[in-house]
């Protein structure tokens, strides 16, 4: 990957953050003229758009680390299954 100067990053970033803010004032003028759209079009629309502000205020979540007994349950267990398909497959 290719480095950029910090001056090229950070307008970047602003860039980034002020096309968001377009969409987002976007959106709201959408609902504010079409109130109805949403209930017409049925849960698919409302669904897509809570999805989207979902996405946009989701928080990063911790990732979940297996314990060492764990990876080496799941380890045992894909041999054996990987065992049974060549068994199988002969």
């Known amino acids: 990957m290719a480095k950029h100067s910090p001056h090229i990053l950070e307008l970047a970033r602003k860039g980034a953050q002020h096309r968001l803010e377009e969409l987002q004032a976007e959106m709201t003028a959408l609902r ?53 398909r060549r068994a199988k497959k002969k």
Do not use: Q
Not at 41 to 48: I, S, W
Not at 60 to 81: D, G, I, P, T
């Open 32 to 84: 504010r003229h079409f109130p109805d759209l949403a209930e017409r079009a049925g849960r698919a629309l409302g669904t897509a758009v809570g999805k989207a502000e979902a996405e946009l205020n989701r928080t990063r979540r911790r990732s979940r680390n297996m314990s060492a007994a764990a990876r080496k349950a799941v380890s045992e267990r894909m041999k054996r299954y990987w065992a049974a």
